[in-house]
């Protein structure tokens, strides 16, 4: 199902970056790169990095506060939270949970989402389908990561991408014509090993021997992922504008995964939409992963970028390998 029972948008934003910046120039005194390397190859020229006692439930609550506000929603009136992560307070209890009891939603609820760096458009979908159907009515979706946690700070290929953050949404029903207008969502599992941190899971627990390896990183391929990343990029765009009965002509706004501004640039050319319609601030944030479509949202409406009535595309592509894209009538 592609189109909603009782049309669901985004009522309230909010977002949050932890106030620690580390620069590309703080990182050549850690690692053989330089700023002129990283920002030729990823656009990239800083990222935030939350302190170590931080865990990505203190940055959604952060988050989640002025997007409620904003919607005029208090916590006890939320019926969902989903929380899309890949780097979760600890394996159980869902992070969705902490973030219940520390919103005072007691009424709510709650759980994980974990679809790599699409994370935040496959929970969108979901929640917007749980709204729509009339099993909830105020639901807070959220983006949030301490991804420098799990960082091998000397491994170029990683380290320089990577920051920490969160973004947040409420989805309540909207007027006829507005909201979402369609989706589509997709994975290729015979890619996994692409993105992926080896240990920790029940395939291989962590141990003397995966601590000793370095097994608890982040490691990835990087042309590999870079490939998929554009040609997902495209599809989904193209697939969820056309089950809009949109084309691409109608889109005002393009919000992407912030991850590389190459691949972001790529996609647009064979989209054939000019970068003036795509909304980035990767080089301000690096790739926040499931936080960086929420925080390029919030950013690009705090900005005046995006106006009531405009055509936005989200789209997104992960670790999975996942991709996803959901055109909204704002």
Request: charged share 20%; hydrophobic share 45%.
């Amino acid at each position: 199902m592609n189109r909603c029972l009782v049309p669901v948008g985004i009522t309230g934003l909010g977002s949050y970056v932890p106030p620690r910046v580390l620069t590309n120039s703080d990182l050549e005194k850690m690692v053989d790169t330089s700023d002129e390397w990283i920002q030729t190859r990823t656009g990239i020229r800083e990222r935030r990095i939350a302190d170590p006692e931080v865990a990505s439930s203190d940055l959604a609550v952060l988050a989640a506060r002025p997007a409620l506000e904003r919607a005029g929603v208090a916590p006890t009136d939320l019926d969902l939270i989903i929380v899309a992560t890949v780097s979760p307070d600890m394996l159980y209890p869902a992070t969705a949970c902490i973030v219940q009891d520390r919103l005072g939603a007691d009424h709510a609820a709650a759980f994980d989402l974990e679809a790599g760096c699409t994370g935040f458009v496959y929970a969108l979908i979901v929640g917007s389908q749980m709204v729509a159907t009339g099993a909830h009515r105020n639901a807070l979706i959220i983006g949030a990561e301490v991804l420098s946690k799990f960082l091998d700070w000397t491994d170029r290929a990683t380290c320089v991408l990577l920051g920490d953050g969160a973004g947040a949404a409420v989805l309540q029903p909207v007027e006829e014509g507005r909201g979402l207008l369609s989706f589509t969502l997709g994975s290729v599992g015979s890619g996994g090993d692409a993105l992926k941190i080896p240990a920790g899971g029940s395939r291989m627990p962590t141990s003397e021997e995966t601590v000793r390896n370095r097994l608890h990183f982040t490691v990835m391929q990087g042309q590999e992922v870079f490939k998929f990343a554009v040609k997902a990029i495209e599809d989904a765009c193209r697939i969820s504008v056309e089950r809009a009965g949109l084309s691409l002509d109608d889109v005002n706004v393009v919000v992407p995964h912030q991850a590389n501004s190459r691949i972001i640039d790529a996609a647009a050319k064979r989209l054939g939409i000019p970068m003036e319609r795509f909304f980035s601030n990767v080089d301000r944030y690096g790739n926040t992963s499931t936080a960086s479509i929420p925080i390029a949202l919030e950013e690009a409406v705090q900005e005046g970028r995006i106006q009531r009535g405009d055509v936005v595309v989200l789209v997104g592509f992960g670790a999975g390998l996942t991709w996803g894209a959901a055109t909204l009538r704002w």
